[in-house]
Structure formats: structure tokens, C-alpha cells
């Protein structure tokens, strides 16, 4: 009965996101591989029914399960440092049963989730703890992009945390020596960056992956070719995963790409609407991180396909393909339902209080 009478609390305008996203990530699946859009429509079964099912529970149980996950990517992690082989030169992937795993999707989602409690609670040495050992193994992988994906994150729950301003300065300057290190000691991290900037001089060194992504959207015009009708799409590396928003640009055109951007802005404002009403609570830390890292995210894979920024290996949330992936965006979603849910309810406390 409490789950039944929760889905009225479901917010409507983020389900109608979902939607968008379900049927842009089913047209690229069809087009991709027709033979596993009903492995597709099967895992966003899977990601919707978790994601209900946690919106009808408090933050309590999102805190515990993630704390179980985070201690599980981990090892996880630890594993794939001596079972799995390097792809492009990162270990990142495992295979369980014969499917493919990247945990650090898992420990990525579970450590924001834990952070936001934390820094809520003013454990500021579980906090910092759980970070750097989070960056570190991605480091280790490597997986800069990631790792700078957990950094942001950190920093913007250092700014709307109650911590002391030199303490946040602190941070500011390991991570610009961080940030110094890595392009000093790390080829992989150097060399994109190096691509980056030398642009077209350095397309068959390595910068094949932008130029191609650029080149694709730019063949698809304002409405673009048509659903499975792309061309350039076929010449470029992980066009399914890292670079899907290149796909959606020359088969959707430019409209379908604006869409997309307008659904995400959308959840972001959706979400960041019901802050004014968590204030006191743990779910005010957790909206913003949850969301947070969902504008990170996104910014940083169409940043990278439009070749903004260095190419970085990170997915579109809940359109790129991958099961993974999707699952965990659903994770994560879960954390902004259940936030949702509670502004929900102290607003009708305040209603029931004053009215």
C-alpha cells in the first residue's frame, strides 16, 4: 500500500524525461544492434523498477546499499587489475558470467551518494578518506576522466558544505598539483591533451576520435539523415558509448541535439527546484550531488564530442550504450526521486502546519 500510494509522488516532468530519454536511447539501439533492443527494453525494466522502488523507501536504505556497492567496486577494481585486459591502454572492464562490467561506473555513483551524506554529517574525514581513495584507483586504472569527474563533484559539495574556507582552499591546491602531476607523469593523460591543443596537426597521432566526432555531427545538418541512416558514424571509434551524441547530431540533426540538451536541462532545473525545500535535510546534499554529477557528466561527453575539451571516455547518461552504465544512471536517479519526494512531503507538512 505505501509503495502503491508513493507513485503519487512521482514527479511527472522528470518521468516525461525519462521518456525522452528511453525512446532516443532505443532509436540509436535499433540502429546500433536490432537483435538487443529487447536486452535494452529489459534493463530500463530493470533501471525503472529500482528506481520506483527506492523513490517508495527513505535516503536511509539509497546510504546502506551504496556503502555495500562502493565496498564491492572496489574490489571489483582491485580485480581488475590483474584479470582484465588493457583496452587503449586502461583496464576498466571485467566479465562475470559472460557480461561486462565497469566498476568504476559502480564507484563513481556510491561514492557521491556516501560523500553527500557525510559532508551532511560533518565526518570530514570519512569524506576526504572516501575520495582520494576513490581517485586514486582510477588513477591507477587510469581513468582520468573519472577521476576528474569525482574532483568536481567534491568541490561543489566543499562549496554548499558548512567547512571552513581554508580547508576548501587546501583542496584547490592539491588538486592543481594533482592536475600538474598528471600532465607532467602521465603519457596517456599528456597526449590527449597535447592533441587537444594542436587540433588538426595531430589527427593521425590521436586525434582522430574529435575530428571524426565533429565531422559527424556537422554531416547530419539541422534535421539530419535519419534514424540508422548515418554515414560518418561508421568511421568512428566508440560511436555508441563515448561518442553517441556525435551519432544523434548526423542522424537527428541539430533539432534532435538541442532536445536532448533542453531534457537534461530540464531534470537539472526540476531537480534543483525542490533545494529550497530540503534545506535540514540529508537530501539537500544528495540532490545536489546526484544532479551534480549528471550535468558534470553530460557536459563533459558532448564538450568532448563537439571537441571542446579533450576526449575523456565518459558516457551519456541513460543514452549511451552499455548496461552498466544505465543501470547506474538509474541508480543515481534514485537519489533525486527520493529527494524529490521528500520537498514533496514538507511541503504538504508546511501547508497542513500553517493552512
Not at 580547508?167 to 592536475?179: C, K, P, Q, W, Y
Request: charged share 10%; proline share 2%.
Amino acid at each position: 500500500m505505501y509503495i502503491t500510494r508513493s507513485f503519487g509522488y512521482l514527479d511527472k516532468k522528470i518521468m516525461f524525461c525519462l521518456l525522452s530519454f528511453f525512446m532516443i536511447s532505443s532509436f540509436c539501439m535499433a540502429a546500433y544492434a536490432p537483435a538487443s533492443i529487447f536486452r535494452h527494453i529489459f534493463l530500463w525494466g530493470i533501471g525503472i523498477s529500482i528506481t520506483i522502488y527506492m523513490h517508495s523507501k527513505d535516503s536511509g536504505l539509497l546510504y546502506k546499499v551504496s556503502r555495500i556497492l562502493f565496498i564491492i567496486s572496489i574490489f571489483l577494481i582491485l580485480f581488475t587489475y590483474f584479470k582484465s585486459s588493457a583496452i587503449k591502454g586502461s583496464k576498466r572492464w571485467i566479465s562475470i558470467f559472460g557480461l561486462s562490467l565497469q566498476p568504476s561506473e559502480l564507484l563513481k555513483s556510491s561514492c557521491i551518494i556516501l560523500t553527500s551524506k557525510y559532508i551532511f554529517q560533518s565526518k570530514h574525514l570519512k569524506f576526504f578518506s572516501t575520495y582520494f581513495l576513490s581517485i586514486a584507483l582510477l588513477i591507477k586504472q587510469p581513468d582520468f576522466g573519472s577521476a576528474l569527474l569525482l574532483l568536481s563533484i567534491m568541490m561543489i559539495q566543499l562549496f554548499i558544505s558548512d567547512i571552513k574556507m581554508s580547508t576548501v582552499l587546501i583542496f584547490f591546491i592539491t588538486a592543481l598539483v594533482f592536475a600538474i602531476f598528471a600532465i607532467l607523469y602521465l603519457p596517456h593523460v599528456r597526449a590527449r591533451i597535447l592533441n587537444f591543443i594542436y587540433g588538426n596537426k595531430s589527427i593521425l597521432e590521436g586525434g582522430y576520435q574529435g575530428f571524426m566526432s565533429v565531422q559527424t555531427i556537422k554531416s547530419g545538418g539541422l534535421f539530419g539523415l535519419g534514424i540508422g541512416k548515418g554515414i560518418m558514424k561508421r568511421y568512428l571509434p566508440d560511436a555508441y558509448s563515448d561518442f553517441i551524441f556525435a551519432v544523434i547530431g548526423e542522424e537527428l540533426g541539430t533539432i534532435g541535439c538541442i532536445y536532448l540538451i533542453f531534457i537534461f536541462l530540464l531534470l537539472s532545473f526540476i531537480s534543483f527546484k525542490n533545494n529550497a525545500k530540503l534545506h535540514g535535510y540529508s537530501e539537500y546534499y544528495l540532490n545536489i550531488s546526484c544532479t551534480s554529477i549528471f550535468i558534470i557528466q553530460t557536459w563533459i561527453n558532448i564538450a568532448s564530442a563537439l571537441w571542446i575539451i579533450p576526449t575523456k571516455g565518459i558516457t551519456l547518461p541513460f543514452i549511451s550504450h552499455g548496461g552498466t552504465s544505465l543501470l547506474i544512471s538509474f541508480w543515481t536517479l534514485s537519489g533525486i526521486f527520493i529527494s524529490s519526494r521528500k520537498a514533496q512531503f514538507s511541503r504538504e507538512f508546511l501547508l497542513h502546519k500553517y493552512y
